[in-house]
């Protein structure tokens, strides 16, 4: 029993967390994340944190997929390209492409990033090409893998070498990079597909 004209409930000044004060340096807003999903974006949480901590280096060539717009289908047409002497052109279209059908399989698990240095010229990856990554893809032994290595991007084929993970180029100039336990190795996704100008 309270007394009569006793408060209860409701705000109290000076009560709860200040303002800013979360682990983040701002406000936080509950939301709910698909199981598939959690894993991804605590290690993008651990990021920011490393970030303020000035522990990590921003990614600027990182990207992710605008699921508001839509890139407009091309034209397909259904004749093959002579790569030797010149074949009669066909004058019709098979059908219209949609690029994003033809390289994104879940768009909310994919995003770009743009490649740097020569490690992966074997596997078709050049300076500047955009990789196609997607998180939803397991990344099993023999796949392409775009992963957070001590704080810096490196993208590698993900081999299994006298019993022992390693981060391998297709470049002989460069060597394995062994995933030792001093290592802090997240991998970020799987590398579906790469988009390279000539």
Same mark, same amino acid.
């Given at each position: 029993?309270?007394k009569?004209?006793?408060n209860?409930?409701g705000?109290?000044?000076?009560?709860?967390? !200040?303002?800013g *004060?979360s682990?983040?340096?701002?406000?936080? !807003?509950a939301?709910?994340? %698909?199981?598939?999903l959690?894993?991804t974006?605590?290690?993008?949480?651990?990021? !920011?944190k490393?970030q303020?901590a000035?522990d990590?280096l921003d990614?600027?060539?990182v990207? *992710?997929l605008?699921?508001?717009t !839509?890139v407009?289908s091309?034209?397909?047409?259904?004749?093959?390209?002579?790569?030797g002497f010149?074949? %009669?052109?066909?004058?019709?279209i098979?059908k219209r492409?949609d690029?994003?059908?033809?390289?994104?399989?879940?768009?909310a698990?994919t995003?770009f990033?743009?490649a740097?240095?020569? *490690?992966m010229?074997?596997?078709?990856i050049?300076p500047?090409?955009?990789?196609v990554?997607?998180?939803s893809?397991? %990344? *099993?032994?023999?796949?392409?893998?775009?992963?957070?290595?001590?704080?810096?991007l490196t =993208?590698?084929?993900l081999?299994?070498?006298e019993?022992?993970?390693?981060?391998? %180029?297709e470049n002989p100039?460069?060597?394995?990079i062994?995933?030792?336990?001093e290592?802090e190795?997240?991998i970020?996704?799987?590398v579906t597909?790469v988009?390279?100008n =000539?």
């Amino acid at each position: 029993m309270t007394k009569e004209g006793s408060n209860r409930g409701g705000a109290r000044a000076g009560a709860g967390r !200040k303002k800013g *004060s979360s682990a983040y340096g701002e406000s936080t !807003k509950a939301m709910r994340i %698909p199981d598939s999903l959690v894993a991804t974006v605590s290690q993008l949480l651990t990021h !920011k944190k490393k970030q303020q901590a000035g522990d990590v280096l921003d990614y600027p060539n990182v990207y *992710s997929l605008d699921l508001d717009t !839509k890139v407009p289908s091309i034209p397909f047409y259904g004749v093959s390209v002579a790569a030797g002497f010149p074949s %009669p052109a066909d004058d019709y279209i098979e059908k219209r492409l949609d690029l994003n059908e033809l390289l994104i399989n879940k768009p909310a698990a994919t995003f770009f990033v743009r490649a740097e240095g020569e *490690s992966m010229l074997g596997a078709g990856i050049h300076p500047d090409d955009i990789l196609v990554v997607d998180r939803s893809v397991h %990344p *099993s032994v023999g796949k392409i893998v775009v992963c957070a290595l001590d704080g810096e991007l490196t =993208v590698k084929r993900l081999r299994s070498k006298e019993g022992q993970l390693v981060l391998a %180029p297709e470049n002989p100039n460069y060597p394995d990079i062994p995933l030792k336990g001093e290592l802090e190795m997240v991998i970020w996704g799987v590398v579906t597909s790469v988009i390279h100008n =000539v």
